[in-house]
């Protein structure tokens, strides 16, 4: 008998499950260094264009990439700038927002009495108990507001630094992902390498395009119904439109609750029906035009990876998990054995019907009697 016997299905399912723990457990604790990495990569890739530009002009590699760099913390600058001067302005109806949210919780407050009998003593003694607890752990709170702060501002810090560096160490990088396999696969390597740069750059770059595009019409909509702090609004939700799925809910909330605070009823309805038309052009002609990618992915891996990604990362993730299911289907497509796991995180060709499940049991009962000559 041999020493060893061959593993079984349970070994390599304990093995896959114990690499996806592991894999999501260092996710989860090493966030704090791979959130900016890997936004740093992310922009890396898509400054590699401007990158060789200066470098064909004769620049060296370095100041290359510092070039870059500064050119996209300018625009990321006026960005800032122009969404500050807004929030600045908008702070002065702050008080109009809390007095109407104060009276929405004193309706919702007196539709609770009424609907299910409920003493108002009882409900009162309720929320005084919730105030209490809430102001018992407002220490917790601020420390927690505090460091969130503290977090994003040290991500402004290091997010460009590495994003330089990567510039400048990328031929570096390449050759280690070459030489880290056989040398029979470098080709292979390469061609993944490319695939990845292709699609990231496309991605990113689209995102970009489609947040413009999404603005100028948000923001000529609200314009058209005179909403105040049209500009503000539009930008916003043109930022949150990039999350699959609950962006555009986020957005349609924050800004019927802003407007219905300095605007008319009308006005209110109005900015909900802009919203879902710009958000179904969008959808439909946008998104598939600027940002369609040579890799598809479907609705279900999309919402799952921006929920796995919410829930590992927060906010970040649900940006960051949308390229990272591209770049792991590119190896999953580029992998033979990894083919299928490619073909679930892929959208269903439309040119090829389903086949019914008589007809599947017959493929497959074919097959077995291929496969196994003892079958009549």
């Not at 990439?65 to 109806?93: P, R, Y």
């Not at 880290?180 to 750059?201: D, N």
């Not at 369609?292 to 829930?311: E, P, R």
Request: one cysteine or more; aromatic letters at 10%; proline letters at 4%.
């Amino acid at each position: 008998m041999p020493l060893q016997q061959p593993s079984t299905f349970y070994d390599k399912l304990n093995r896959s499950l114990l690499s996806i723990v592991l894999i999501f457990l260092i996710l989860f604790l090493a966030q704090h260094i791979l959130i900016p990495v890997s936004f740093a990569t992310l922009f890396a890739l898509l400054l590699v264009t401007p990158c060789n530009f200066f470098e064909r002009l004769g620049i060296k590699r370095g100041l290359a990439a510092l070039f870059s760099t500064l050119l996209f913390i300018l625009a990321g600058s006026v960005v800032l700038l122009f969404i500050s001067s807004q929030v600045v302005a908008f702070k002065n109806d702050l008080p109009k927002l809390a007095d109407l949210l104060l009276a929405g919780f004193n309706q919702l407050q007196a539709w609770v009495v009424r609907k299910f009998n409920i003493s108002t003593s009882s409900v009162d003694e309720f929320i005084n108990n919730a105030t209490t607890k809430t102001l018992s752990n407002s220490t917790n709170i601020i420390e927690t507001t505090v460091g969130t702060v503290s977090g994003a501002l040290v991500y402004l810090v290091l997010i460009p630094v590495y994003t330089m560096l990567l510039l400048y160490y990328r031929g570096l990088i390449v050759r280690f992902f070459v030489t880290v396999f056989h040398p029979k696969h470098t080709g292979s390597v390469m061609e993944v390498l490319g695939k990845i740069r292709y699609v990231i750059k496309v991605y990113v770059l689209g995102l970009f395009i489609e947040m413009g595009i999404v603005a100028v019409m948000n923001c000529a909509g609200f314009l058209i119904l005179g909403v105040k702090y049209a500009f503000l609004l539009g930008v916003i939700a043109a930022l949150l439109n990039v999350i699959p799925y609950l962006g555009i809910f986020t957005a349609c909330v924050i800004s019927l609750l802003i407007t219905s605070t300095t605007n008319t009823p009308g006005t209110v309805v109005g900015v909900g029906i802009v919203l879902l038309v710009v958000h179904l052009i969008d959808a439909n002609i946008i998104l598939p035009k600027v940002v369609g990618s040579k890799v598809k992915i479907n609705v279900l891996a999309t919402l799952l990876s921006v929920l796995v990604g919410s829930a590992l990362w927060g906010i970040a993730g649900m940006f960051l998990f949308i390229p990272f299911i591209a770049i792991v289907k590119i190896i999953f497509d580029s992998v033979e054995v990894l083919n299928p796991w490619g073909l679930l995180l892929g959208e269903e060709p439309r040119s090829v019907a389903p086949l019914p499940l008589h007809k599947w049991k017959k493929v497959f009962s074919r097959k077995n009697k291929k496969s196994n000559p003892a079958v009549k």
